[in-house]
């Protein structure tokens, strides 16, 4: 009932997350669109503009409400067209400033200013975004004259170089004096392939740094927070080498120089910065942001292990962000901007939903509850701008874009989960430490004591061996199995004797390396000494033994291959069934010896095939059997110090076959008969 209760729990909480999180997107999908749509219908749009009124104690004023707009699908309207265009009445009155997207079109607005008397001549006119590409601002002159119908032409516009512009600020601005109590009509063209989001305010000069001030000092704020998370991130992803560190990184990076750019700071830095430069580095900036996110997203959910088809899908989006970097200074960014970003939104939506899962389900892991609530930011702040950039909320709903003023919070979250994420791998490091420390000890305890013990071995194998001798000499023993059996026992014994002082070497122990002493044995003598015994235990029923060429020399140390041989096939035994068969094949494929045990018992999984050979390790098929998990590890130090290689097949639930490869260990064919001639192998021609 327990366990119900904590699952009815999370459940709800993961209801209630659900629930909110749809409330927030119901709220910025249709509520705040409605209201603009509904304020841009209203009977004051179809009206004509009224101007805008500078008086005396007018610090700031936006031009929302006082400006038209007509649009040159075609570009074919030069400024004497619009003005006869104004003429006939083609301009629309809008209330508010709506943002266009990535268009072709070519966007005219006419601002309607009247200067009150008593108010300041000279006005400072404003002019956003700071990516959009070209301004042309016609201002009417008294002292012009011509086609231009009394109009002095004012260029602005991220293509046009800092050293040129009117004034030198972060936006676009320019010094108007407006004549008194007289209205005025300026007329402004647009194009740009960047997305069309303006927003126009006429400022008194006095008052314009004071109102520049909040902005500046949210900028400043903005980029400081970034820079400090991406020196601090990206030495610690270095230093851990941690994917999600150094993809958050990236992140931060991208999202600084996106802004960077767009906001218009990089032009005060980088003055006469190329405009396509800028287009180029807001675009790119842009979709590798989007790349980053999802390798992010990809790492910190850990979907490779946990969805695989997911991290797959993450991979794509990735590829896709990348891909698109090519169109950022061509008419197709209009196509892949919106795709890309529409398809990074459902990413980052997919990711919250997973982190969500994630807390609900391990309440412990606090990380995820920063990462989702990072996601449902970003996911707030890039939706309202997406939708003032396509027109649906005003341009001017606040100072900043929305996805900036979002991006602090998500990134402060960010940051905290990821903090949380690199205690949590310290620990992890560690807790890998102490076990690595322990093993260690263990490792030097077992060793002590296998050397110790195997030092008391000699007494004992020298009162075996001693006694089999005086039961030999004594002649009492005449019949034949018994004398075989005593003669056994001798060699057993001695090469226990000899094993214990090999493993007794300062060689073996101290350097953990075998010092061999190979010596040119037949290959079908190799198998007899290392089986030798367990072919009458099984009653040579479950062994099956195939050499060949019986006759062939090989040239290693006949009792420690023995060992290693013999190790395999005791593991063999043990590890099948009563009845099943266990094979080994001795041959030779060249001057290579190679050896196979091959058993029918459980197998194993590829995972704990890789671990074959590690010091004290089991697989779980030996649960219930005695062990302590040195006899592979004995078996692979003999085969390596021989040269060669203990490779391994398993299947689970068909068996297991080891396979020894001992490269160039073949004495040459002649070599046998010499041999039982009683000649030297050397001396064969």
Known sequence: MGSVSRDGGRFAALCRSTRL???????????????????????????????????????????????????????????????????????????????????????????????????????????????????????????????AAGYRLIRMGDFVPFSQRPLKTRLH?????????????????????????????????????????????????????????IMGYVSLGFLLRDGALLAFTGYAASVFVFYLFSTGVASVLLPDMPGWLQNL???????????????MWDRILDLRVRYPRLH??????????????TTTISWTYSITNPVVLMVATVG??????????????????????????????????????????????PVDLLFADPYQIAVLGTMLCLGSGLALRIRDLQRERVRAQEESTFAIKRAEEQRSFVAMLSHEFRTPLAAIQGAAQMIELSGELRAPAIQSRVARIIDTTRRMSDLVELFL???????????????????????????????????????????GPAGRLVRVDLPFLGVAVANLVRNALRYSPPHAVVRVTAQMAGPDLVIHVADQGHGMSPEEVERIGSIYFRASSSRGTKG???????????VTAHGGALAVESTLGVGSVFTIRLPAVGEPEGAAAAVTSGMDPLSVQ
């Open 21 to 147: 999180f749809g409330l927030v997107l119901w709220f910025l999908a249709v509520v705040l669109p409605a209201a603009a749509w509904a304020q841009q219908q209203s009977p004051a749009a179809v009206q004509a503009a009224e101007p805008l009124r500078l008086t005396a104690s007018t610090g700031r004023a936006s031009l929302a409400g006082h400006f038209a707009r007509l649009i040159d699908r075609e570009h074919a309207l030069g400024f004497g067209d619009v003005l006869a265009a104004d003429a006939r009445g083609q301009f629309e009155p809008q209330t508010v400033f709506l943002g266009a997207g990535q268009t072709p079109d070519i966007h005219w607005y006419r601002f309607d200013l009247l200067r009150e008397p008593g108010a300041p001549a000279d006005w400072i006119l404003e002019l956003g975004e700071a990516y959009i590409d070209h301004l042309d601002l016609y201002v009417p002159d008294p002292a012009m004259s011509g086609n």
């Open 505 to 547: 070497s300062a060689d073996a122990l101290d350097q953990g390396a075998l010092a061999l002493k190979p010596e040119a044995v037949p290959l079908d003598l190799l198998l007899d000494e290392a089986l030798d015994g367990l072919v009458e235990a099984e009653d040579g029923t479950r062994l099956t033994v195939t050499t």
């Open 348 to 393: 980052t939506l997919v990711g919250v939903v997973l982190a969500i899962v994630q807390a609900v389900r391990n309440p412990a892991d606090t990380s995820a509850r920063y990462y989702a609530a990072s996601g449902l930011i970003a996911i707030a702040g890039n939706s309202m701008t997406q939708f003032t950039v396509r027109g649906t909320l």
């Open 173 to 229: 601005t320019t010094l108007l004096a407006l004549p008194e109590g007289i209205p005025l009509s300026l007329y402004l063209r647009i194009d740009s392939v960047s997305s069309i989001t303006l927003r126009a305010a006429v400022y008194a000069v006095p008052a314009y740094a004071g109102f520049q001030m909040t902005n500046l000092l949210f900028q400043g704020l903005f980029f400081g927070v970034l820079a400090v998370l």
């Open 628 to 638: 302590s998990g040195l006899g592979l590890y004995m078996t692979q130090r003999i």
């Open 281 to 295: 580095t807001v675009g790119s900036s842009a979709f590798l942001g989007v790349a980053a996110s999802a390798s």
């Open 312 to 325: 797959r899908i993450y991979v794509g989006i990735r590829w896709m962000a990348l891909l698109s970097l």
